[in-house]
């Protein structure tokens, strides 16, 4: 079992920046991929960015590549996600995942998953 924490959410203005933190624990919760999505209300789950447990594989939406910025510390079992030029488009729950695949781009694919931080994207 892993356990999953995310953390630094909050209001932010458009184009301001924020970094996600994923802390995980449990067992082997260091060599698994790691990804996060977000869910706006009344959207489905969308998949944002994933990294491989050794970080050598990344993978990102479209409506966040260049912006977004998803990395990994396997010492501190911690990953991010730096989020930069924020709109307001972006204001939902954010949520980590792993899994032991590397099939990073469907919800279904994750075993674990955090309950997530809310960031709200406001002037």
């Known amino acids: 079992q892993v356990q999953l924490m995310e953390s630094g959410g909050g209001l932010v203005q458009p184009g301001g920046s924020l970094r996600l933190s994923c802390a995980a624990s449990?067992?082997?919760?260091?060599?698994?991929?790691m990804g996060w999505f977000r869910q706006a209300p009344g959207k489905d789950r969308e998949f944002l960015a994933a990294?491989?447990?050794?970080?050598?594989?990344?993978a990102y939406a479209d409506s966040v590549k260049g912006r977004f910025t998803i990395s990994r510390d396997n010492a501190k079992n911690t990953v991010y996600l730096q989020m930069n030029s924020l709109k307001p488009e972006d204001t939902a729950v954010y949520y980590c995942a792993a899994n032991r695949l590397w099939r990073p781009i469907q919800s279904y694919e994750y075993d674990f998953w955090g309950q997530g931080t809310q960031v709200t994207v406001s002037s």
């Open positions: 990294i491989s447990w050794l970080g050598g594989n990344t």
């Open positions: 449990g067992r082997t919760s260091s060599n698994n991929n």
